[in-house]
């Protein structure tokens, strides 16, 4: 990959509050490919009224205090106004791998109240900025000769005609780059590259893509006696889209609704080393380039691109007497372990892609553990039931999620972590220190409550993933809703 040595991202945690849907604690899995795995924590009352928090619009939570590096912080969920019936979540970390949630649930009426607590556990595969798709990756098999390149990961690209963004590029992407469903990285050459009457990212009109040129620079392992250059790409239009190699060849792409590939055998023998490509379009079709890949005619059959499946639904292994689960999600490396120290537990299932309004629906089913819905989405949830409060008595409730390299290791993990659950309060005392405010003189004791608020908000608006630069980073936003680069 040809880009800048800086990554852009932020120096945090693994662990954090990152979601873009509902709030709680999510975790960055090491593949770093904009995949993300979400424990949601929030309360509700007994058999009643479920609040389910979602990050993206004003609901009955929000930020109470967080550290500055984000490894402790706390949510206040009110259920009843002016903090009369509260529960405050907080994660803090016990390891590297390991995160402490604490549920601090409060009555402070004159009358008893029955709470519940949900964790809801989640995976996510990222989505392009403004697209209603999501990316799930791809299984690429090539030949043994193969050289493979994707098709952003250009040396150079130019326009015949200069564009008004082609030194600025919206969102951080690259020139030309554009999020394109059914791409193995999700992301190719296009936005009018090219193209004949075309448009661009913003649907501006391209009047000839004529001209336009790209060059990449493959390094072939082997010499290539009889070598065959495969393009896999997408052509909407209903006209051909032709390019002008450097090597004397025309590449004829066909009209595709699909991707799929298109296959050019090339006249001259290919020395074992790095040599250069460029492809210079003759301002025909509507071509969408996804990848390269450079080999011998005879072995180019053995190429194929296989589109994962989502990747919501995972491996459940429970182990309820001794309070605990382990998940493994299809697109995560890692194992979660999820552990609790509460008695009655209920665990379920819920198969739908949001919790807004099918959670609220089903709220008063205490009896199914599979909650149906439409099936294009997946929760596992931990659901603690009922949670007796007295007039005026507060219960804390300690659990704890963590990753690890397999299941065996999610599960002694969790174990580990229970046989110490009477630690949990002294590593909460201690972590806790570090979302201590500064000193504050006398008079401005009025504006601390609204200095600390202010502060939880400001060090946790960080999301994960935005993308740029053909990579996945956190970022600080001026909202969730703008989980995106301005420029």
């Known amino acids: ?5 800086q990554t852009h991202d932020l120096t945090l945690p693994a662990w954090g509050p990152y979601t ?9 899995p090491q593949a770093n490919d904009g995949v993300r795995f979400d424990l949601a924590v929030f309360p509700g009352y007994y058999r009643r009224r479920v609040d389910v928090p979602n990050v993206q619009f004003e ?39 390991v995160r402490l949630v604490r549920a601090e649930c409060c009555n402070c009426t004159d009358v008893p109240q029955n709470l519940v607590l949900h964790y809801m556990a989640s995976a996510h595969d990222p989505s392009p900025s403004y697209r209603n798709f999501k990316i799930t990756g791809a299984q690429v098999q090539l030949p043994s000769s193969a050289s493979f390149v994707l098709a952003v990961d250009y040396d150079d690209l130019q326009f015949a005609i200069p564009r008004h963004n082609q030194s600025l590029n919206w969102d951080g992407l690259r020139r030309a780059e554009q999020a394109v469903e059914g791409f193995i990285k999700g992301y190719g050459v296009g936005a ?3 193209t004949s009457g075309g448009k661009g990212q913003f ?81 025909t079709g509507q071509a969408k380039l996804d990848c390269f890949v450079l080999c011998e005619n005879e072995e180019r059959e053995e190429i194929s691109v296989t589109l994962r499946a989502d990747g919501f639904v995972p491996e459940i292994q429970t182990y309820p007497e001794e309070y605990f689960l382990t998940l493994k999600y299809p697109h995560i490396e890692e194992y979660y372990g999820i552990l609790w120290d509460f008695d009655d537990v209920q665990l379920r299932q819920i198969e739908n892609d949001e ?54 290791q999610a599960a002694a993990l969790c174990r580990e972590w229970l046989g110490k659950k009477s630690s949990f309060e ?56 703008w989980d995106c680069l301005y420029t």
């Open 355 to 408: 919790l807004d309004i099918f959670l609220r629906y089903k709220a008063h089913d205490h009896v199914n553990d599979i909650l149906k819905g439409n099936g294009k989405g997946h929760f596992t949830n931990v659901f603690f039931r009922p949670i007796p409060l007295q007039p005026k008595q507060a219960k804390i409730i300690y659990g704890a999620v963590c990753s690890a390299q397999t299941e065996q």
């Open 203 to 283: 649907g501006q009109p391209i009047p000839s893509g004529k001209g336009d040129w790209v060059r990449y620079t493959f390094t072939v392992k082997q010499e290539l006696h009889s070598p065959c250059l495969c393009v896999r790409y997408l052509n909407e239009g209903t006209q051909s889209a032709e390019y002008l190699l450097s090597t004397g060849e025309t590449l004829t792409l066909a009209p595709a609704e699909q991707p799929q590939i298109a296959y050019l055998p090339l006249s001259k023998a290919v020395q074992k080393g790095e040599h250069t490509v460029t492809l210079t379009s003759q301002g």
């Open 59 to 97: 609901g009955e939570y929000h930020m109470w205090q967080a550290a500055p590096n984000l490894s402790c912080y706390t949510m206040r969920h009110e259920l009843m106004w002016k903090d009369a019936v509260y529960t405050d979540i907080s994660f803090a970390p016990l390891s590297d791998q």
């Open 426 to 481: 002294t590593c909460w005392d201690t972590a806790k220190q570090q979302m201590q405010p500064a000193n504050v003189l006398p008079d401005g004791q009025k504006f601390a409550l609204g200095q600390q608020l202010m502060q939880a908000v400001l060090c946790s608006n960080v999301v994960y993933p935005v993308y740029t630069r053909s990579q996945y980073i956190r970022h600080n936003t001026p909202g969730r809703w």
């Open 20 to 28: 873009k849907l509902y709030s709680g604690i999510s975790h960055i």
């Open 1 to 5: 990959m040809k880009t800048e040595f």
């Open 192 to 194: 009018g590259f090219g």
